[in-house]
């Protein structure tokens, strides 16, 4: 567990050094996003290891303002207009 949540995916790319440092595999974060009914990472901005294990796939299309990934540890931040 973590302290606080922390990216595991980033703008469609896989944490390596994440995944290692949580005991997490690929195939794990690969059924996450499966299982929101995502079949392709670069359709999605973040998969967020929650403090509590849980795992939190955010969609691209459903980012809007970004406001729910503060306080997680190196996430991806919204394009400003």
């Known amino acids: ?7 595991l995916v980033v703008s469609g790319e896989l944490q390596h050094a994440r995944l290692r ?3 997490l595999s690929e195939s794990e974060v690969l059924q996450a996003v ?4 995502s ?6 901005t973040a998969v967020v ?7 939190s796939v955010i969609p691209n299309r459903e980012l809007g303002n970004g406001s729910a990934l503060d306080g ?4 991806p ?4 207009p």
């Open 1 to 7: 567990m973590t302290s606080r949540p922390v990216a």
């Open 21 to 23: 440092g949580n005991r």
């Open 34 to 37: 499966r299982a929101s009914g």
């Open 39 to 44: 079949g392709d990472l670069s359709d999605i």
């Open 49 to 55: 290891l929650e403090t509590n294990g849980t795992i």
């Open 72 to 75: 997680v540890q190196d996430a």
């Open 77 to 80: 931040r919204p394009k400003l």
